[in-house]
C-alpha cells in the first residue's frame, strides 16, 4: 500500500457535497442575476453630487414617462432597483438616485435620522436635481413625471410633489409622517404601507388618506410585510404600475429576482467556506496544531456575565466619543462592541484562562479566508441589495468600525473559551441586548430595523468560527474573519451624517 501524503487526507465525501453544492448555488445565483439584468439598459452620470442611474427597457421610439425612484434611509439606489426594473419594462424610463450620506454619494445628510430642516433642504436638492434631470431626457415626457419613494423617501417625495402640481403622480411606501401634507396635495397620491409594518408608519398612511377629498388618494396594505420586505412585495409593484400615466403593457413584476439570485450567491458563498477551509488546512499532525481547549464557567455564570457587560457597555456607548462619528446609529454600535468587547477580555481573565494559541502554519490560512470573507459578504449585498462599497468618509470609518468589532469578538472568543456553542450564545446575547437597548430608548431607534440583519451576520460569524476552530485554525483567526462579515456592511451601508 502506498502511503498517503504527511499532513493531507483526501477531502471527505460531505465536503465535495458541500463544494457542489456551492458551486451550484453560486453559479445559480449569478443566473438569476443576469435573468434580471435581461433586456434592460443602465446608464450612471452624476449631476451637482447626485449619482443617478437611468434604466430603460429597449429603445421604444417616442417619449415615455419617467419615474424617479428614491429610496429611505439607510437605504440606496441599488436597494430600489427592482421598481426601477418594473416601471422600466412596463414603458417608463427608470430614474434612481442615491441621498447625500447613502449608496455611492459620499455627501453627508445633516440631522440624519432627525426631522430637521436642514436634511429636508438636501433631499429636496438631490429630488430636485434628479427630477430636472429626468425631465431633460429627450425620451421622457415632461408632463408625465411620476415619484416613488420609500420611508424617508416616501416623505421627500409627497413634500416635493405637494409644491410641484406638475408631478403626475406620486406613491409613498411606508410614509414615516402625514402631518405636514397640505390638504388636497399632491395630487394622485397613492399609499403603500406593511401589513406588520411599524404602527407609526401605518397611522401615516390613513391620516394621509382620510385628509384627502374622495377619490384622490389610494391606500394599499400589503399583508404580511415590514418596513422592508414591503419593496419586494408584487402588490407594491402593482400599484406603482396602476400610477404610471399612460404606461405600457408589462410582463408581471419579479420584485424578488435580484434578491433571490443574490441570496443563491450568498449561500453558495458560505457553503463554500467550508471546503476552502478544509482544502487549505488538510489533516493537522496528531492535533499539534489545535488550540487548546480550556475549561469554561458554567452556563449561567457566563450567560449572566455578558448581559451584565453588554447591559453596561450599552449605557457608556450613549456617551462614548464613538457617537460623534460621521455614521448614523454605526457609531453607537462601534462603540456598544467596543466597549462590550473591553469587559468581555476582563471577564475572561477569570472565567476562562488563557490558552496556547494553534500552530504558526497560519499566513495562507488567515490571508485567504479573510480575503474569502470580505468577497463573501460585499459582492452579494452591492450587486443583489444595497450598495456595499466605501466611498468618501467610510474608507476612514471602515477601519474604526473594524477596530470595535475585533475587540469584541476577540472578547467574546475568550469568554466563550474557544468553544462554538458559547461563542454562539455569547454573540446572541448580545444582539439581544442591543434590540432591548433601542427599546429603551438607549440606542438610536433606527437600530431595530438593523437588528434582524446584524442578527444574520453574527450568527454567520459564528458558524464560520466552529469551521475554522473544527480545522484547528489559530485562536485569533476566528476574531479576524468575523470583523470582515460585521464591520463591512456597518460601515459601507449605514448613512454618513
Not at 424617479?68 to 441599488?78: L, Y
Not at 456617551?319 to 469587559?343: D, E, F, I, K, N
Amino acid at each position: 500500500m502506498s502511503a498517503r501524503p504527511a499532513g493531507r487526507v483526501p477531502a471527505t465525501r460531505a465536503t465535495m457535497l458541500l463544494a457542489l453544492l456551492a458551486l451550484l448555488a453560486v453559479l445559480l445565483g449569478g443566473v438569476r442575476l443576469a435573468q434580471a439584468d435581461a433586456g434592460l439598459s443602465t446608464r450612471q452620470v452624476t449631476v451637482d453630487g447626485v449619482p443617478l442611474t437611468e434604466v430603460r427597457a429597449g429603445s421604444s421610439p417616442g417619449r415615455h414617462p419617467g419615474v424617479v425612484v428614491a429610496h429611505g434611509f439607510a437605504g440606496s439606489a441599488r436597494l430600489m432597483r427592482p421598481l426601477a426594473d418594473t416601471v422600466a419594462r412596463h414603458g417608463a424610463v427608470a430614474l434612481l438616485l442615491d441621498f447625500a450620506g447613502h449608496g455611492a454619494n459620499p455627501a453627508r445628510l445633516p440631522g440624519a435620522g432627525r426631522d430637521g430642516s436642514a436634511a429636508r433642504a438636501v433631499l429636496e436638492h438631490d429630488l430636485d436635481v434628479a427630477v430636472a434631470h429626468l425631465r431633460a431626457l429627450p425620451d421622457v415626457d415632461p408632463d408625465r413625471i411620476v415619484l416613488v419613494g420609500h420611508s424617508m423617501g416616501a416623505g421627500a417625495v409627497t413634500r416635493y410633489a405637494a409644491t410641484h402640481p406638475e408631478i403626475a403622480a406620486t406613491v409613498a411606501v411606508s410614509l414615516p409622517d402625514a402631518g405636514a401634507l397640505p390638504y388636497g396635495r399632491p395630487r394622485a397620491l397613492s399609499l403603500v404601507v406593511g401589513g406588520a409594518e411599524f404602527p407609526d408608519f401605518r397611522r401615516a398612511a390613513q391620516e394621509a388618506v382620510r385628509a384627502a377629498p374622495a377619490g384622490e388618494r389610494s391606500l394599499t396594505v400589503v399583508p404580511g410585510t415590514e418596513h422592508i420586505s414591503v419593496l419586494f412585495a408584487r402588490r407594491t409593484h402593482d400599484a406603482v404600475v396602476a400610477a404610471l400615466p399612460g404606461g405600457a403593457a408589462g410582463p408581471p413584476p419579479r420584485p424578488g429576482a435580484r434578491l433571490v439570485g443574490a441570496g443563491l450567491l450568498l449561500l453558495g458563498l458560505g457553503l463554500g467556506f467550508v471546503p476552502l477551509v478544509a482544502a487549505l488546512r488538510g489533516r493537522r499532525r496528531n492535533g499539534a496544531e489545535a488550540a487548546e481547549v480550556r475549561p469554561a464557567a458554567g452556563w449561567w455564570l457566563l450567560l449572566g456575565a455578558v448581559t451584565v457587560a453588554s447591559g453596561l457597555a450599552a449605557v457608556a456607548a450613549t456617551v462614548a466619543p464613538t457617537v460623534r462619528l460621521p455614521l448614523a446609529v454605526g457609531g453607537y454600535v462601534t462603540g456598544y462592541l467596543l466597549l462590550t468587547g473591553l469587559l468581555l477580555v476582563a471577564l475572561a481573565r477569570r472565567l476562562a484562562p488563557p490558552a496556547r494559541d494553534a500552530g504558526s502554519r497560519s499566513a495562507p490560512l488567515a490571508a485567504l479566508t479573510i480575503g474569502y470573507a470580505l468577497l463573501s459578504v460585499a459582492v452579494p449585498i452591492h450587486l443583489g441589495f444595497t450598495a456595499a462599497w466605501p466611498v468618501g468618509a467610510r474608507w476612514w470609518l471602515l477601519p474604526v468600525v473594524a477596530a470595535g468589532c475585533l475587540v469584541f469578538l476577540f472578547g467574546a472568543e475568550r469568554v466563550a473559551a474557544g468553544r462554538s456553542g458559547r461563542y454562539a450564545a455569547v454573540l446572541a446575547l448580545t444582539v439581544l441586548v442591543l434590540a432591548g437597548a433601542a427599546v429603551a430608548g438607549l440606542a438610536p431607534g433606527f437600530v431595530l430595523l438593523v437588528v434582524p440583519l446584524f442578527a444574520v451576520l453574527a450568527g454567520w460569524a459564528a458558524a464560520w468560527a466552529a469551521v475554522l476552530r473544527r480545522a484547528g485554525a489559530p485562536g485569533w483567526l476566528p476574531a479576524v474573519v468575523g470583523t470582515v462579515l460585521l464591520a463591512w456592511p456597518i460601515a459601507t451601508t449605514l448613512p454618513l451624517a
